[in-house]
């Protein structure tokens, strides 16, 4: 049964950067896709990027400028950074594994909360 | 770009009813890269229901999902208890989007 969990910074500063790492059991993390969705609260969901574990990675046109996902094999673990935050980042963070070829999500992590804020 | 939009917005029903959600695209998607995702609150999503009408792994068969071209549903033939919450639509493609969600409640 694969498993994804998210741990990082519960708070971080404005202007600053996240980061988060998803932590991926039961599978290895080089035969699928890994996605980041995001999610205000009580507001609907975003993808944020996907990591092809090639390296190659597709993200959102709207934070591409600021997103940056790496991957980790021998951890089987893949990360996000979010540069330059502001209050309007403030979401829970969701990893999931994305079907390669038909692009629907599942599982998903339980969600980890990131609040910016001074 | 494709925007998903669903409706209604929101669905108030009793157990026992059937619920009949719609998401409607912006412009033709293939039913093999049209899913839903059920939502409880403190939860993550779950896959429901892939290529438009494939139960994902699981997933009772009171689910049951439909369409083509711009416009998709999802039923719920008999609602159960534990079936009240939001439910998203999402569509493939290079930068993945899900429409704003229809949240399902107990009337």
């Known amino acids: 049964q694969v498993q994804l969990q998210e741990s990082g910074p519960g708070l971080v500063k404005p202007s600053e950067t996240l980061s988060l790492t998803c932590n991926v059991s039961?599978?290895?993390?080089?035969?699928?896709?890994w996605s980041w969705i995001r999610q205000p609260a009580g507001k609907g969901l975003e993808w944020i990027g996907r990591?092809?574990?090639?390296?190659?990675?597709d993200y959102n046109p709207s934070l591409k400028s600021r997103v940056t996902m790496s991957v980790d094999t021998s951890k089987n673990q893949f990360s996000l950074k979010l540069s330059s935050v502001t209050a309007a980042d403030t979401a829970i963070y969701y990893c999931?594994?994305?079907?390669?070829?038909?692009?629907?999500?599942?599982?998903w992590g339980q969600g980890t909360l990131v609040t910016v804020s001074s | 770009e494709v925007v998903l939009t669903q409706s209604p917005g929101t669905l108030s029903l009793s157990p026992g009813e059937r619920a009949t959600l719609s998401c409607r695209a912006s412009q033709s998607v293939s039913r093999s890269y049209l899913a839903w995702y059920q939502q409880k609150p403190g939860q993550a999503p779950r896959l429901l229901i892939h290529?438009?009408?494939s139960r994902a792994t699981g997933i009772p068969d009171r689910f049951s999902g439909s369409g083509s071209g711009t416009d998709f549903t999802l039923t719920i033939s008999r609602l159960e208890p534990e079936d009240f919450a939001v439910y998203y639509c999402q569509q493939y493609g290079s930068s993945p989007r899900f429409g704003q969600g229809t949240r399902l409640e107990i009337k």
């Open positions: 039961g599978a290895s993390i080089s035969s699928y896709y």
């Open positions: 290529g438009a009408s």
């Open positions: 999931a594994r994305e079907d390669p070829i038909w692009g629907w999500f599942d599982p």
């Open positions: 990591l092809y574990t090639s390296g190659r990675t």
